[in-house]
């Protein structure tokens, strides 16, 4: 019988290094508990009735075209959204799927029920967290939502040895957030036993 079915904004092949190690194909869900003001993915958000809905055997299908390259470069497939961790089971039946040679990479907020991650952390090879910000009254300024559950989810993840599987991105947010706050925001982390982070400029175009 077919597990949970999910709507599917895009699927994005042969990225290079990009979302994880060797060539990737980038799986992006619809759903995100998130409305960040500078959404890079706003078609994950609203109505996905456009969008065409898999199950994780159709999917499967349709990615393992690339296994070669997959297993040649130590890629796989990278889930993102919106917020892939709000389909756990779909990941791991997809992993049942394509066995342990495919790397699979999520790219999450951390902001879902620790249950998620926990029953998550089993399956998956490298978690690229996009955590906005520590502190929270910039987190909820900038995304509409508190950051509660997120510092829970990351000492899950430490108390599981996890952390040299993450690469935290750290970003710099025009009128939200400063180098400051960033800095904050990396030695709470660092604390935690994180090593590896992004630190980068989100460029927002003026209209």
Not at 30 to 48: A, I, K, T
Not at 182 to 190: D, G, N, P, V
């Amino acid at each position: 019988m077919e597990r949970q079915r999910a709507k599917i904004i895009g699927i994005a092949r042969h990225r290079l290094s990009t979302d994880g190690d060797g060539v990737t194909t980038l799986v992006a869900f619809h759903g995100c508990p998130l409305r960040c003001r500078y959404c890079l993915n706003p078609q994950s958000l609203g109505d996905g009735g456009r969008f065409r809905e898999y199950s994780p055997e159709q999917l499967y299908t349709e990615t393992r075209i690339d296994e070669l390259y997959f297993i040649a470069t130590n890629g796989g497939v990278t889930f993102g959204g919106g917020e892939p961790c709000l389909r756990p089971d779909f990941i791991r039946h997809f992993r049942e799927l394509c066995g342990e040679s495919w790397q699979i990479n999520l790219e999450t907020s951390l902001n879902v029920p620790a249950d998620n991650i926990a029953s998550l952390l089993p399956v998956v090879n490298t978690l690229i967290i996009d955590i906005k910000d520590m502190n929270p009254e910039i987190y909820r300024n900038y995304t509409g939502r508190g950051n509660s559950i997120v510092l829970p989810n990351l000492r899950l993840i430490a108390n599981s040895g996890r952390q040299s599987d993450c690469i935290i991105r750290i970003p710099l947010i025009p009128d939200f957030n400063t180098d400051a706050d960033r800095e904050a925001s990396r030695a709470a982390l660092e604390q935690l036993g994180f090593t590896r982070f992004d630190l980068f400029t989100y460029q927002i175009r003026k209209h």
